[in-house]
């Protein structure tokens, strides 16, 4: 078996080729990626804010949410944006802390994906709330009125589980992306030079300067993991601390964790397909990464069965008609074929990845990566819907089946999220150009030739 190393296969790179390819990604831009920018701003548009602000208009009434099914697939997409949020900033952490070179050409791209989930997670909660305009009143500041929020509220763990997390990935991947700035700062004019110039802070190479970016970076780095699970850790609790069945689980917090990981890395494989095939990186982003990440995501898809078989075991041993009931109905209830594609996408079809030609191909692993997050997406659909429908007394039962207006909204998110990171990839560096450089051998120092040999003036107080 061949190891899969960072060399690439058509030739080798130079420190001059990072910086023309990375800068001619930005500042290049052809007719493809207008017609794609336009498309999902329009779909953003019709989709998602229309939908919306017809909602808004005619009232949270417009969604299919009723007893017993109060919450619905605006609480479900917000846990699978908080979810694929995880693994960009958190994978980025990690790798970085562990020294792991096959990092450095793929964690700008991850960590713009956990920036804007997380921004489109922060616009769901708006959504579900129904009345956005009040939304100031989940702050803790000094007002007339003496309001105060509510610290015992799940809306209030979620506020601040996000504003947290989001304030700390912007700063981490803003403080990495300066000397990138700089570099592209010195190879445009006019108007993107301006930009440029303010983004890179005045940033000039120093040695003061590197070694305070390299020990800042490296104490973000340490401080966002252990954020990074508090914050699902937080979102689980939502559920978790309730006394429905099926709901009512301490398990919920490792669940949800592994499940935000494991979603979030198969939102990167899509994301690093994109990016090889469409923007020109396929010299940086190699079978390595693809091999890597498919390794990672075997790992996570076991862990994640483990835990689901806990969760159903559990219930089981419980030994009350409540979960019984709530375990049916979730396995062969009304919602059975979306519990039995989840268990076919997220728990069988990984294992296809124990193969090293299924990892180390482009299109197989993007279609996984794909069903995965649709298998995690109904996972979190099943989470809400199964356990609000079957509660403790039957003549509260009910089936949950989301509006057209909240279908709707659901399309346009990842419409959103699309826009986001298409003006980012025209804005950012997508590849880290000096970490890149830090994996590839120095370029040998070209001699002196004799005529300029000549020339050089010799050292003060040497012997002329």
């Not at 004799?450 to 003060?460: L, N, V």
């Amino acid at each position: 078996m061949h190891r899969l190393t960072m060399a690439t296969d058509t030739k080798e790179l130079g420190y001059t080729d990072i910086h023309e390819d990375v800068v001619r990604s930005i500042v290049k831009t052809g007719p493809k990626y207008y017609i794609t920018l336009g498309t999902a701003a329009s779909i953003t548009l019709l989709c998602f804010f229309f939908p919306w602000f017809y909602q808004l208009y005619y009232g949270i009434g417009a969604a299919g949410m009723n007893h017993p099914g109060v919450w619905g697939t605006y609480l479900a997409s917000f846990i699978f944006w908080i979810g694929l949020s995880h693994s960009g900033t958190l994978l980025s952490c990690v790798l970085h802390l562990t020294n792991s070179s096959w990092r450095k050409a793929m964690y700008r791209s991850a960590e713009a994906m956990t920036l804007f989930s997380l921004v489109v997670a922060a616009t769901y909660v708006m959504v579900h709330v129904g009345r956005p305009w009040f939304i100031h009143w989940a702050i803790p500041y000094p007002n007339q009125m003496e309001l105060w929020p509510n610290f015992r509220s799940p809306l209030m763990f979620d506020v601040m589980a996000i504003t947290t997390y989001i304030t700390g990935s912007t700063i981490f991947i803003y403080m990495g992306s300066i000397p990138d700035f700089a570099a592209v700062r010195d190879r445009t004019s006019g108007w993107r030079n301006t930009m440029y110039t303010l983004l890179s802070l005045g940033w000039r190479g120093t040695d003061k300067e590197w070694h305070r970016l390299h020990w800042a970076y490296t104490f973000l780095a340490v401080m966002i993991i252990p954020l990074a699970v508090s914050v699902h850790s937080i979102v689980s609790w939502d559920f978790a601390m309730s006394i429905v069945p099926a709901l009512h689980q301490t398990i919920f917090a490792p669940y949800f964790v592994v499940g935000a990981i494991y979603s979030g890395t198969a939102g990167i494989v899509t994301v690093m397909f994109v990016l090889r095939k469409y923007m020109g990186f396929e010299q940086y982003i190699t079978k390595l990464h693809f091999d890597n990440l498919g390794k990672l995501l075997l790992v996570l898809s076991l862990l994640w069965t483990y835990i689901n078989a806990v969760e159903l075991f559990t219930g089981w041993y419980s030994g009350t008609s409540e979960e019984y009931e709530a375990l049916g109905f979730k396995l062969f209830g009304f919602y059975a074929p979306l519990y039995w594609e989840m268990i076919l996408f997220c728990a069988v079809a990984p294992l296809l990845m124990f193969s090293t030609r299924f990892r180390t191909s482009f299109v197989p692993m993007l279609i996984l990566s794909i069903a995965i997050n649709i298998g995690m997406y109904t996972e979190r659909f099943l989470i809400i819907a199964t356990s609000l429908s079957r509660q403790y007394l039957p003549d509260a039962w009910g089936v949950y089946v989301p509006s057209p207006v909240e279908i709707s909204i659901m399309v346009g998110s990842f419409a959103l999220f699309t826009t986001l990171f298409l003006v980012f990839v025209k804005i950012f560096p997508s590849v880290s150009m000096y970490e890149v450089k830090e994996t590839m051998p120095t370029p040998p120092l070209k001699p002196i030739p004799p005529a300029m040999e000549a020339m050089t003036p010799a050292p003060s107080g040497s012997p002329a």
